[in-house]
């Protein structure tokens, strides 16, 4: 059984580009979270998704971040017009549909240097 | 809501002492908690959680933690350390209807 699978492990973007994050989450999960760590900082809550619903967006930048989970696919973090302040690295968790009291499990997260 | 304390960004003990790493939380109804950990360049593992009944949690690697409700603590803690424990260790706290948040983390280093 797959774990959380996340893709590209590293991705360097110049500012003022495009990111995209992929996040498959574990077979039979419908819950997907996204967590932003800074150097030296712990996680951040961004947002959390069931499919083609966004259940929580209260840790979203409210400017040139968008997550989505659709249907079929991915979910796909997207962070549009990069600043070197979007480095760092970007991790998805996923929860089955009774979230197990909770638990989330981790993919190996998403490298993001912006130059 | 809810928040959660790390006491200590970072701890160093000595091959074979006690670990001792301190997570107190706020929550205003019973909550949910977890301890994971992070080996550097990696995802984060889940190392035990409290949800409901004994207060005493045993994790992987020889791990426990006790939740304490009149102290609002869930300290995780080892009798022995090894080599092998370092890395950075996180708390978090959830609801049954909310996300999971996360402490500051603590990094752990062994001394030989």
């Known amino acids: 059984n797959a774990g959380v699978m996340q893709n590209p492990r590293h991705l360097v973007r110049r500012r003022g580009q495009e990111a995209r994050l992929r996040c498959s989450p574990m077979k039979g999960h419908s819950h997907v979270y996204w967590y932003r760590q800074l150097p030296e900082e712990g996680l951040k809550f961004m947002v959390y998704?069931?499919?083609?619903?966004?259940?929580?967006e209260s840790g979203m930048p409210k400017e040139r971040f968008s997550a989505e989970f659709p249907k079929e696919g991915p979910s796909i973090l997207r962070i549009q017009q990069v600043v070197r302040g979007d480095s760092a690295a970007y991790f998805c968790?996923?929860?089955?549909?009774?979230?197990?009291?909770?638990?989330?499990?981790f993919g190996e997260g998403s490298w993001l240097t912006v130059v | 809501a809810q928040s959660v304390t790390q006491l200590g960004s970072h701890v160093s003990v000595s091959e074979g002492a006690l670990v001792l790493l301190r997570c107190n939380y706020s929550?205003?109804?019973?909550?949910?908690l977890f301890w994971y950990v992070q080996y550097p360049n990696q995802g984060l593992q889940l190392l035990l959680k409290y949800t409901t009944g004994a207060t005493l949690v045993k994790g992987i690697n020889g791990f426990e933690a006790e939740f304490k409700k009149s102290e609002t603590s869930f300290h995780l803690t080892k009798p022995s350390a090894h080599m092998s424990d370092a890395a950075e260790y996180f708390c978090?706290?959830?609801?049954?209807?909310?996300?999971?948040?996360f402490g500051s983390g603590t990094r752990l280093s062994i001394r030989p």
């Open positions: 978090a706290v959830s609801t049954s209807a909310s996300k999971i948040i």
């Open positions: 929550s205003s109804v019973p909550p949910y």
């Open positions: 968790a996923s929860s089955p549909v009774d979230r197990e009291g909770n638990t989330i499990y």
């Open positions: 998704l069931q499919k083609e619903n966004i259940i929580d």
